[in-house]
């Protein structure tokens, strides 16, 4: 009755996706417990392109149930519209595989217009969210103010309370200057939601520990990454949950008891979309170079929003950091196709700060933004990866850059992937 636990190591878009939907075929139930539809995770089987925002990315397995935690925020228009799109692509969504939390939280319109007021208060400052609403949803959760996912299985209340909720965001956003919203135009498409989810509504703790207990084997599917944590990221260029392993405990409501392996996700170099600091950015010929051209579907460009991601080289201060929140027992790396071809690659090993150097990134933003990255060069390889499958076949220079992450991180490194479809992973 194991948990494994996969966790972004970095600012998201690891690929946590791709190693979910690896994993769960030998799974039974593939849960996630962070996040909304901020998320975007990407599984490719063959020349089929999935993505997904709020479903699991085990659904693609016919046997596993996904579940949605109670640490989500769930726009369900969007989640309904998900499901429509998964099942025209041929993906069999019921309430015999898709469990849906009574207990997590609704984003509703005006989170979005919250969201979008922010950042447009914060100007130069701003966070750069993905506008989906996740802030004020996790805002009006600890203030006691949120709508649950429960309180769609009572529809007219449930109007009632959403058109409320509009109404005094509506009269907080024109009071400060921002265009007021319409109750009445987006209550009917969130009653149609709400009755399309009703079947799907359940207790999801009471259901995992059942499962658990006649020896069910879970996946714990982290959003985000971790430092994006809303603790333990760069604050406050952080998202508004906690995509950590302690986020997986509270987020499904299961005892720390039944995880006995941390999976760490991280790409063989770094990327970063929205705002905040990055130590090891290129944002140069060798930054465009990592992130391609978007002629690509895995090129550096969101999942969700499109934008262009940051891009720079592996930091391996920051993964160390992010072994010690998360406790990795193995770490999953990415996109190793995508280093092909340099002559040499420099790693950050440590940062130097007022004449010291750190092994572990400060705990402030403006700290962090002025550390300098100490790097260790390591040779390239030029050979391409994207066919290899066996760990003997990948060139001496990747594979001495497979371990020396290893051994900066102090977590041994268990699979690799080198193109973003299904069977393009070595396990090592
Ligand atoms: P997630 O949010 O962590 O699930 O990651 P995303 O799906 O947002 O971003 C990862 C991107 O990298 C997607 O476009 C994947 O298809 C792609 N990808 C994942 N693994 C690999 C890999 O090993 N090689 C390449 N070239 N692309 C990959
Ligand atoms: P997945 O699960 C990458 C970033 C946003 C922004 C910050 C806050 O696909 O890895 P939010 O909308 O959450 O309030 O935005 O967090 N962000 C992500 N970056 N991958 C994600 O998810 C992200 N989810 C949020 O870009 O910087
Ligand atoms: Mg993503």
Not at 20 to 35: P, S
Not at 137 to 156: F, H, I, N, P
Not at 355 to 361: E, T, V
Request: aromatic share 6%; charged share 20%.
């Amino acid at each position: 009755m194991p948990i494994t636990v996969l966790i972004g190591a970095q600012w998201g878009d690891e690929g946590k996706g791709r190693f979910v939907d690896a994993l769960a075929a030998d799974a039974n139930i593939v849960a996630r417990y962070a996040g909304g539809d901020n998320a975007g995770h990407t599984v490719a089987v063959g020349s089929t392109v999935y993505k997904m925002h709020l479903i699991p990315s085990g659904v693609l397995h016919p046997g596993v149930v996904s579940v949605m935690g109670n640490g989500m925020v769930v726009n369900p228009v969007n989640l309904v519209k998900e499901i429509n799109q998964l099942r025209d692509m041929g993906v069999s969504i019921t309430p015999e595989n898709l469990v849906l939390s009574s207990r997590a939280h609704l984003i509703t319109p005006a989170h979005i217009a919250r969201d979008r007021a922010s950042e447009q208060a914060r100007g130069a400052e701003a966070i750069g969210t993905t506008l989906r609403g996740i802030g004020p949803a996790y805002m009006d959760k600890t203030s006691r103010d949120g709508l649950r996912v429960g309180q769609m299985l009572d529809l007219e209340a449930f109007g009632d309370a959403l058109h409320s909720a509009i109404e005094r965001a509506s009269a907080d956003l024109v009071r400060g200057g921002f265009a007021p919203l319409d109750a009445r135009a987006s209550v009917p498409d969130y009653l149609a939601a709400a009755q399309t989810l009703q079947p799907f509504i359940q207790e999801t703790a009471i259901y995992l520990h059942h499962r658990l207990k006649a020896g069910a084997t879970v996946i714990g599917e982290g959003a985000q990454g971790t430092l994006l944590d809303i603790d333990h990221g760069s604050y406050p260029f952080v998202t508004s949950s906690s995509p950590t392993v302690g986020g997986a405990l509270t987020g499904l409501g299961v005892s720390p008891l039944h995880i006995n392996r941390i999976v760490g996700i991280a790409k063989a170099f770094s990327t970063r979309v929205g705002s905040g600091p990055m130590p090891t950015e290129q944002a140069n010929a060798i930054g465009d170079r990592l992130r391609g051209t978007g002629a690509n579907y895995w090129d550096e460009f969101g999942t969700t929003t499109g934008r262009p991601r940051r891009c720079g080289w592996l930091d391996t201060v920051m993964l160390r950091y992010s072994a010690a929140v998360n406790g990795y027992t193995e770490l999953a790396l990415t996109k190793l196709d995508v280093l092909s071809g340099f002559e040499e690659l420099p790693v950050a090993v440590a940062y130097e700060y007022q004449g010291q150097r750190l092994d572990y990134p400060p705990p402030t933003t403006d700290d962090l933004d002025r550390v300098i990255p100490i790097y260790e060069t390591l040779p390239g390889w030029h050979t391409d990866l994207s066919g290899v499958r066996h760990a003997a076949d990948l060139p001496p220079a990747a594979r001495r850059y497979l371990e020396r992450i290893a051994e900066l991180v102090e977590v041994p490194v268990t699979m690799v992937s080198v193109g973003p479809e299904r069977r393009q992973m070595i396990t090592l």
